[in-house]
């Protein structure tokens, strides 16, 4: 269990329920998901967050120091390749698919005693305490859960129906997991040259290529990308294949890993390199359009890539604040210095962002599947939003919290390199930050998204009681942002050098907007003065020289558990 400074001078916060200790999740949960439904899942919740404080963290550690291994022939000489994983990273794994269902849930009732689909909301926040202990589990997790989607929404009956029950079955011994298989040597974000042949062959294709970096690659079913032989030039000749690492009648697959590789961060997770030799697959949806399947696949998973990001700041945090009330030093615990006040304060209100940011675009995705007008564009534009900008902060936000425990925060017999690493890997999957930036204008230009963000900030804002000052600096910076998002949008492609400027304009008044929103929804004061926060040191310009005020009073008492914010509508910082 956790250890405090009055029992030992370094303390240690392992053992700690990352549920129960923070009651800000569930809040927010209440104000995002029925009460019916969040009472049935507050168990689950409270159970997975003492796992994910204790044994999960535990095993992720372990996972982290025995990468998986690359079998290429049994002990009789055979060529039988297998990824052979350590135990503790299959006691993950069975913790996650099996016992939550995590994969599951969003396709099939009956998990966790649900009799429906639970909605986005639900998984990810039970993802949201999982990846706080473990984070390159949450890669199979997620493009298994993506690929049901796609093949459900893309493929023809007959294959749905043939592969449906293996990849959502909580019965470990016959699960499917799923993977992705896009990235080329010579085509990583450019789709557009990707050269995998496709050859027809009866009812299926045999595909020829190699792919270079392949996550899960011993997954049973891959989404791949390739073209068929005599398909166009460019991305109308890229079509979408399911390829099973078994075929129907048991037979091995011809698809070889070559490698794993040796990554920085997610070492836990096996990622390699596919050599495809004619190995056999079957086409989703329609031949040509490919790439516009797979990207229903790629922003399920970007969405993901931000529940994540927001995990792994909030691990940072949570470690970061218990250091500082617990660790003194001169006299004095860190919490009581202003310095690391305003240190803590930076920490926080991006992971906040993030937080609020998940559940703003899983809700947003939930009403664009049941197809409510104006929802897919809203979802389309905050999904490369929330990639973007969630998972840059999270490389900074870990980076900093590991300086809070000093030293110790260096060695990797603590938490803080793992979160660093692995957060690294966010800006990097499913599209780097510049591609994402730019699919934040693509959204605006090809899909109305500015104009259903624009109203949807500001049917927010109707719905919140404001101090009058505050109501006027949210409305003027929305103006402002929007304003400047639809010119650089009208440039073109000149405008496409801001394209990052504009995401991260975006991204920041949005989650201002949405938790000035959920201060009002929840009663919080200190919430309000948290979105307040966001425009002041995120979107306003400041003066970094002219002022010398001493610490706000806010600020001091966030951090005084025994002190109270004035009501939200009575909050204003400007």
């Known amino acids: 269990m956790a250890t405090a400074a009055n029992e030992h001078p370094v303390p240690d916060q392992h053992g700690v329920n990352l549920y129960t200790s923070d009651p800000e999740l569930a809040r927010l949960l209440a104000v995002y998901l029925p ?40 002990r009789q000489g055979i060529d039988q390749q297998r990824v052979i994983k350590h135990p503790a990273y299959v006691e993950l794994e069975k913790v996650a698919f099996s016992q939550y269902g995590l994969a599951a849930m969003s396709h099939r009732g009956g998990v966790l005693g649900w009799n429906a689909p639970l909605p986005a909301i639900a998984k990810y926040a039970l993802t949201y305490l999982l990846v706080q202990a473990e984070f390159g589990l949450c890669c199979p997790l997620s493009m298994t859960d993506s690929l049901t989607r796609t093949l459900r929404k893309f493929g023809d009956d007959a294959l749905v129906a043939r592969y449906i029950e293996q990849l959502t079955t909580q019965d470990f011994d016959t699960l499917y997991q799923g993977a992705m298989f896009m990235t080329e040597q010579g085509a990583g974000s450019d789709v557009a040259a990707t050269a995998t042949r496709a050859v027809p062959d009866g009812d299926s294709y045999l595909l020829h290529g190699d792919k270079w970096f392949c996550s899960n690659p011993d997954a049973d079913l891959a989404m791949v990308l390739a073209r068929i032989d005599g398909a166009p030039a460019g991305m109308q000749g890229v ?92 006299g004095k615990r860190l919490i009581e210095m202003p310095l690391m006040r305003r240190q803590l304060l930076k920490l926080l209100l991006p992971a906040e962002q993030a937080r609020t940011m998940v559940f703003q675009t899983a809700e ?9 007008a104006g929802c897919y564009p809203l979802a389309r534009i905050l999904t490369p939003m929330i990639k973007f900008r969630a998972c840059r902060d999270a490389r900074k936000v870990t980076a900093d919290a ?28 499913e599209g780097t930050s510049n591609i994402v930036a730019l699919d934040v204008l693509r959204a605006i230009r090809r899909e109305g998204s500015l104009e259903a963000l624009d109203s949807h900030l500001r049917g927010l804002l109707e719905q919140t009681e404001l101090h009058a000052n505050a109501r006027a600096v949210f409305t003027a910076t929305l103006d402002r942002v929007v304003a400047r998002a639809r010119h650089v949008a009208d440039l073109k492609a000149a405008g496409d050098v801001f394209a990052r400027q504009t995401g991260a304009s975006l991204y920041h008044v949005t989650t201002a907007v949405a938790m000035a929103w959920e201060a009002g929804r929840i009663g919080s004061g200190r919430r309000m003065q948290l979105a307040q926060a966001v425009l002041l040191q995120r979107v306003l310009p400041s003066d970094l020289i002219g002022s010398l005020d001493a610490e706000p009073a806010w600020v001091r008492d966030w951090f005084d558990d025994a002190a109270t914010a004035p009501a939200p509508a009575s909050v204003n910082l400007f």
């Open 239 to 330: 079509s979408l294949f399911l390829l099973p690492r078994r075929l129907p009648d048991g037979s091995a697959n011809a698809y070889r890993i070559i490698r794993l590789k040796d990554k920085l961060g997610t070492r836990s997770m096996a990622s390699g390199e596919i050599r495809l030799e004619g190995a056999r697959a079957w086409l989703v949806g329609e031949a040509g359009r490919g790439f516009v399947q797979m990207a229903d696949m790629v922003n399920n998973s970007r969405l993901s890539n931000g529940v994540r990001a927001a995990g792994l700041m909030r691990r940072a945090c949570s470690e970061a604040s218990f250091i500082a009330r617990e660790r003194q030093a001169f």
């Open 402 to 429: 590991m300086e809070v425990r000093g030293g110790c925060g260096y060695i990797e017999d603590w938490t803080d390199p793992r979160l660093v690493r692995d957060a690294h890997l966010g800006s990097i999957w």
């Open 35 to 74: 009460a019916g439904l969040l009472a049935h899942l507050a168990p689950h919740l409270e159970r997975l967050g003492a796992q994910a404080g204790g044994e999960l963290d535990t095993l992720a550690h372990t996972a982290d120091k025995h990468p998986p291994v690359l079998e290429h022939r049994n």
């Open 364 to 372: 947003a995705l939930r009403r664009s599947d049941t197809g409510e």
